[in-house]
């Protein structure tokens, strides 16, 4: 009898740590703390670092007083960096393509404000007053993967980082790489950690890369090392490229403190996004072709009878062959994901399109058969307002952005 006991006590103690077990992964896999989607994906024209202290009737009006000023600064501080020359606007010229105020800190008295302000200019319609070209060709999709190692740990999507809280914060619309930013949350954590960033295998690269619509991956690094608690923190910065952990370069930066580990970490990316524009720009960042879904093996060719003229007639009703491209475009919410399809089959010569592969707040991917080749998809879809980037057997669409309104319109003939 003691021994039965002895053993139904083992049975149970090992259903009890299985259970633990299950338990400790399904919170790893449903915590809340973990994620943070990206704040701005635009294009506009950034001008950050604008200081104003300015004194009002009252707090209200000292604020909004300060944001004019900021504006009219950021003005002449964009015309200079883009043309060389300053320039001015009246304000209500600046109302027009200012498109947003970010408050980098502030002070506010009851008669005064104190503030570091960024400004954020529609980038259409400053280029068309500035005269600039707004246009620029972005590299092929790259999927971020932030590791950050700290106190001997690295994480990525384990549970919100403040690293990777900083790349969601950067504003990668003006960059010339396409950075696809995962947000954290599902999957994230399962599919993009510390360990995958150090595999080599390229048939498991290659199903990540078609989960989240992209080409290639870049691995952006930091590891903090604190001096002492709240005293100076340094961070080695270091960019990586590829599967293969290529490093591009590496920088240091330090703070005197660790309230100020934000700042740090801003600067980081911002320093990380100039390394990996100036690789892409140099050619150092062309996709592993290894990375490419494989090529579609070429059938035999076989004797095409000749058609009768009740064939012809239901050639052309049904139409023969056609062609499957990947068509990536994002899905912030679920409603584009059936907008997108929508919209896509409503061009001529596509039989289907299908969402094969789903990333809501990312960049899904498309299925789409097609009656002709990827070049004449590629200009129908161009010609109905989309703006199209071609891969090899696939295709990133986004909507064009409309055409700014001339800021004075000529009054009509005859007045």
């Keep these: 009898m003691a021994a039965l006991r002895k053993s139904r006590l083992l049975e149970w103690g090992l259903a009890a740590a299985l259970l633990a077990g299950a338990g400790v992964t399904v919170a790893q896999i449903e915590g809340g703390d973990r994620g943070a989607a990206p704040i701005d994906s635009s294009s506009d024209f950034e001008v950050t670092g604008i200081t104003v202290d300015v004194a009002g009737k009252d707090a209200e009006s000292a604020r909004l007083a300060g944001w004019r000023i900021a504006q009219r600064k950021g003005w002449t501080m964009l015309a200079q960096r883009l043309t060389g020359s300053s320039s001015s606007l009246a304000d209500g010229a600046l109302d027009s393509i200012v498109t947003g105020i970010v408050i980098e800190n502030e002070q506010i008295g009851p008669d005064r404000y ?6 954020l200019f529609d980038r259409t319609r400053a280029g068309q007053i500035l005269g600039v070209a707004t246009q620029f060709s972005r590299s092929a999709p790259m999927l971020v993967i932030p590791v950050m190692w700290s106190g001997g740990s690295g994480q990525v999507f384990e549970r919100s980082t403040p690293w990777q809280e900083a790349w969601a914060r950067y504003r990668t619309g003006a960059s010339v790489v396409d950075y696809v930013r995962p947000v954290g949350t599902g999957a994230d954590p399962l599919l993009l950690n510390v360990g995958q960033t150090g595999r080599r295998g390229r048939g498991w690269w290659r199903a990540i890369m078609d989960q989240y ?3 290639d991956v870049v691995m952006p690094e930091v590891r903090l090392y604190r001096q002492y608690p709240g005293g100076p923190v340094i961070g080695v910065f270091t960019a990586f490229h590829g599967p293969d952990r290529r490093a591009l370069a590496q920088f240091t930066l330090r703070v005197a403190n660790g309230d100020a580990l934000p700042q740090l970490l801003d600067a980081g990316v911002a320093r990380l996004d100039e390394v990996y524009q100036q690789a892409s720009r140099g050619g150092a960042m062309i996709p592993d072709a290894l990375l490419a879904p494989p090529p ?5 060719p076989t004797p095409t009878p000749t058609p009768t003229e009740t ?10 062959g056609g062609t499957s ?11 584009s994901v059936t907008a997108g399809e929508v919209a896509v089959r409503g061009v001529p ?3 289907s399109a299908v969402t094969s592969s789903l990333a809501l707040g990312g960049i899904s991917v498309m299925r789409v058969t097609y009656d002709g080749d990827i070049g004449r998809l590629k200009a129908a879809l161009e010609a109905r307002g989309w703006s199209v980037q071609e891969g090899p057997g696939t295709l990133r669409i986004r909507r064009a952005a409309a055409p700014a309104a001339p800021l004075n319109p000529a009054p009509p003939p005859g007045n």
């Design 349 to 351: 010569g596509v039989r």
């Design 114 to 119: 104190i503030a570091r302000l960024g400004i």
């Design 213 to 215: 619509g992209a080409s």
């Design 296 to 300: 579609t093996p070429e059938e035999a």
């Design 311 to 320: 064939a012809r007639t239901l050639e052309d009703i049904v139409g023969v």
């Design 325 to 335: 491209v990947q068509v990536q475009f994002d899905t912030p919410s679920s409603g």
